[in-house]
């Protein structure tokens, strides 16, 4: 009797602290691991339709992107989204032979960076790259946008077939700013194949 009485108290604690669930499974979602983002990322080229995205993911989702390095902590990076059914129409006119793929997407999003922020110092170029080092920060915020994009169940295009002076009249984005790529934001439509990647000696040499 004494064990039986011990075990249920004993099953009733763990009940209580949340240790033991019995036959009820878990209404908690699990994340994606990191290994899973990298893996099941694909640039996705068919977006389904009846899936929308809401500007408070967006802005989850870009809220990511400030976390990434950038020279001095300039970040140059800017973002423009299309959401609205009147500007990703006028975007979508703006990618040249993507514009089918990406029909379906419900965000777009222009990527730009501020010149002279980058590579400077004091108004100086620091090294020969000059500005390249303000595509290079707009790159390391990009990817993590798209993976960001992957961990939220969400999937992207990066499109650099763009009418880069059609997108700044659109957006009134300034002279200053390079405008880089247009990022599509959405669903997988179907699963894309894996595509091969180069054998690693190809890209790596250690000394």
């Not at 929308?52 to 967006?58: D, G, H, P, Q, Y």
């Not at 763009?162 to 300034?174: M, V």
Request: glycine fraction near 8%; charged fraction near 25%.
């Amino acid at each position: 009797m004494k064990k039986n009485t011990l075990f249920g108290a004993t099953l009733a604690l763990l009940t209580l602290t949340g240790c033991y669930n019995g036959n009820q499974q878990s209404n908690e979602t699990t994340s994606p691991s990191f290994d899973e983002v990298l893996t099941t990322r694909r640039s996705i080229r068919a977006y389904d339709a009846t899936k929308k995205i809401s500007e408070a993911e967006v802005r989850e989702l870009l809220l990511a992107t400030q976390e990434a390095p950038s020279w001095a902590n300039q970040q140059p990076t800017k973002y423009y989204v299309a959401i609205s059914e009147e500007k990703l129409k006028a975007v979508q006119d703006m990618v040249g032979g993507n514009k089918e793929r990406i029909k379906d997407a419900p965000v777009l999003i222009v990527s730009t960076f501020e010149r002279g922020k980058s590579g400077f110092f004091q108004g100086n170029q620091t090294n020969e790259i000059g500005d390249g080092w303000g595509a290079y920060d707009n790159g390391l915020s990009n990817c993590y946008l798209i993976l960001k994009a992957r961990a939220m169940g969400f999937d992207t295009l990066i499109m650099g077939m763009r009418d880069a002076d059609a997108l700044r009249s659109l957006f009134s984005i300034p002279e200053s700013e390079t405008i880089m790529a247009v990022i599509s934001l959405g669903y997988r439509a179907q699963e894309p194949r894996q595509p091969q990647h180069r054998p690693l000696d190809d890209i790596v040499e250690f000394f």
